[in-house]
């Protein structure tokens, strides 16, 4: 088949890209930004679409986070596509980050003194995961699910604005390009046209 590699990755080298990219993270980013710019869709449609995967990058639904940011486009009418390429927000680089964050303010909103600390949990999680999973996991993900509401809002409301205007300066580039070259000969201003017949 046309473009299928001639060595087939191993399932290592399969996990190691999807960890990590093969050339670089500016590539990467730099691809998907590309990918975000392409699309055809209104800028409203794709910035809303794009906030709704970074939305849903910062929910603790790992593995998930496609399903949620496809049903979170589709109710608020935002591009599917810009939603996937959105959840590229949450990586392997921002998912600690997001989820220590997501952690402290959703125990500061609850402020439950009973929550675990985050020392705490690390040793409750590796002690005690394959007998009591649920036990363990459940404290944790309460304060995070309510702290990834208002950093997901956030980070979204800031995706929205700054997609929104790229993509409406790429697509007005791209229309006056498109109209230059369907008129490849300039036509002259009527007041040019007066001076050459005099």
């Known amino acids: 088949m046309?473009?299928?590699?001639?060595?087939?990755p191993t399932n290592i080298?399969?996990?190691r890209v999807a960890v990590w990219p093969r050339h670089s993270w500016s590539r990467s980013t730099r691809y998907f930004g590309k990918r975000v710019l392409r699309l055809t869709a209104t800028p409203h449609a794709i910035a809303l679409g794009f906030a709704a995967g970074a939305f849903a990058s910062f929910t603790p639904l790992v593995g998930f986070h496609f399903l949620l940011a496809?049903?979170?486009a589709y109710i608020i009418r935002g591009n599917l596509i810009a939603s996937a390429l959105g959840t590229s927000v949450g990586n392997p680089l921002t998912f600690p980050f997001i989820?220590?964050?997501?952690?402290?303010?959703?125990q500061w909103i609850l402020q439950s003194e009973a929550a675990p600390v985050a020392h705490d949990i690390h040793k409750e999680f590796a002690k005690r995961l394959l007998d009591n999973s649920l036990d363990v996991l459940l404290p944790m993900f309460k304060p995070m699910f309510v702290g990834a509401v208002p950093?997901?809002?956030v980070t979204g409301a800031i995706c929205y604005v700054i997609v929104y205007k790229s993509v409406?300066?790429?697509q007005n580039r791209r229309k006056a390009s498109l109209a230059r070259k369907r008129t490849p000969f300039p036509v002259p201003h009527p007041v040019e046209l007066e001076e050459i017949d005099k």
């Open 2 to 8: 046309l473009f299928r590699r001639r060595n087939k």
């Open 13 to 15: 080298e399969r996990l």
């Open 70 to 72: 496809f049903i979170i």
């Open 99 to 106: 989820w220590a964050s997501t952690f402290k303010i959703g």
């Open 151 to 153: 950093l997901g809002l």
């Open 168 to 170: 409406e300066v790429y």
